[in-house]
């Protein structure tokens, strides 16, 4: 069994900084590419970075220039650092991987449960 735990969402006033964070944890053989998305009432859930398993990543280009990946693979865990926060990246916020288990060697998506960030005007 594999899980993602997420943490540092929180409410914060516009022009500030959040650190996201997520862990992944369990029977981990392998993780292959690991990512962020976020989502708003009624909408579908949204691509905003992604660290690839080579070490590249790529952003939405809301947040070019204002969010960073980083990807740590020794300690299995991705955040994000988001700066110059604006109230429509207000969102719940999801971490996303690829992972491939002791128990099953096929590479399956993994979610984590979500954090709320709030940037107010």
């Known amino acids: 069994q594999v899980q993602l735990v997420e943490s540092g969402g ?8 959040l650190r996201l964070s997520c862990a992944a944890s369990g029977s981990i053989w ?55 926060l604006k109230p429509e990246d207000t969102a719940v916020y999801y971490c996303y991987a690829e992972v491939a288990s002791y128990s099953d060697l096929r590479v399956l998506d993994y979610w984590g449960q979500g954090t709320q960030v709030t940037v107010s005007s």
């Open 30 to 84: 392998s993780i292959h590419d690991m990512a962020w998305y976020r989502q708003t009432p009624g909408k579908q859930r949204d691509l905003v970075a992604t660290a690839y398993s080579d070490g590249s990543t790529t952003y939405v280009d809301s947040v070019k220039g204002r969010f960073t990946i980083f990807r740590d693979n020794a300690k299995n865990t991705v955040s994000l650092q988001m700066n110059s």
């Open 10 to 17: 929180g409410l914060v006033q516009s022009g500030g900084s």
